[in-house]
């Protein structure tokens, strides 16, 4: 069955700390892979994508994070955190002979002063 | 600026009232979709669209149903709403391999 997992509910960190948000997937080929950013009150925000190529991509809000095939595995990551960072992350793939999303259950991060 | 505008950011119905949550994008996009959002769970897929009068199921349907009559408008219906459905409603739409965009979400209570 598809999947995906967030296996960190909640994630504190101080700021200016470096983050790593973990996401692993089951899906029968490589799917799509996206990570999407709720801030409170708000819809999902698009972070960042990976299709093809480089497995190493590059977001907005100084985000990244890399496709490892042999560990089905997409984490986020960010060097040093602001405070504004705080909010909610979900890891999400989509086949791709389909255009139907499938999220996983979000990891909250909280950013200390 | 590209949107989707869900009508009601709060809304709060009695049990066994239908309710109509109301999703409109401005973006031309074939694909919409209806999920809501609970604690821990994530975000669940409750019935799509890639066309007009055109929908199908997600991996939650059971209590929904949708309506999607027009290109730019897609509405969740709660027949008869239950305690169960209070949940974050998320609508999104999207192009072909486009990302999706989504609407800041309808929080709704049913008592």
């Known amino acids: 069955a598809q999947s995906v997992t967030q296996p960190d509910i909640h994630i504190t960190v101080s700021e200016g700390a470096s983050l790593e948000l973990r996401c692993n997937y089951s899906?029968?080929?490589?799917?799509?892979l996206f990570w999407y950013v709720q801030s409170p009150g708000q819809g999902l925000q698009l972070l960042l994508k990976?299709?093809?190529?480089?497995?190493l991509v590059q977001g907005i809000k100084g985000f990244e994070a890399e496709f490892k095939r042999s560990q089905s595995s997409f984490n986020l990551r960010k060097p040093s955190v602001h405070w504004s960072d705080a909010a909610e992350y979900f890891c999400?793939?989509?086949?791709?002979?389909?255009?139907?999303?499938?999220f996983g259950t979000g990891t909250r991060l909280q950013v200390f002063p | 600026d590209v949107k989707v505008t869900q009508s009601s950011r709060y809304l709060v119905k009695r049990t066994g009232e239908k309710v109509f949550l109301e999703c409109v994008q401005d973006?031309?996009?074939?694909?919409m979709f209806w999920y809501r959002q609970d604690p821990g769970l994530g975000l669940r897929l409750i019935y799509f669209?890639?066309?007009?009068?055109?929908?199908e199921k997600g991996d939650i349907p059971e209590g929904y149903s949708v309506s999607r009559e027009k290109k730019e408008r897609f509405s969740l219906i709660l027949e008869s709403a239950s305690t169960n459905q209070t949940s974050m409603y998320l609508c999104?739409?999207?192009?072909?391999?486009?990302?999706?965009?989504f609407g800041s979400g309808t929080q709704l209570s049913v008592l």
């Open positions: 990976y299709f093809s190529g480089d497995t």
């Open positions: 899906y029968g080929a490589t799917p799509y």
């Open positions: 999400a793939v989509e086949g791709r002979n389909t255009d139907k999303l499938i």
């Open positions: 999104a739409s999207s192009g072909p391999n486009e990302k999706l965009f």
């Open positions: 973006m031309d996009h074939e694909n």
């Open positions: 669209s890639y066309d007009v009068k055109m929908k």
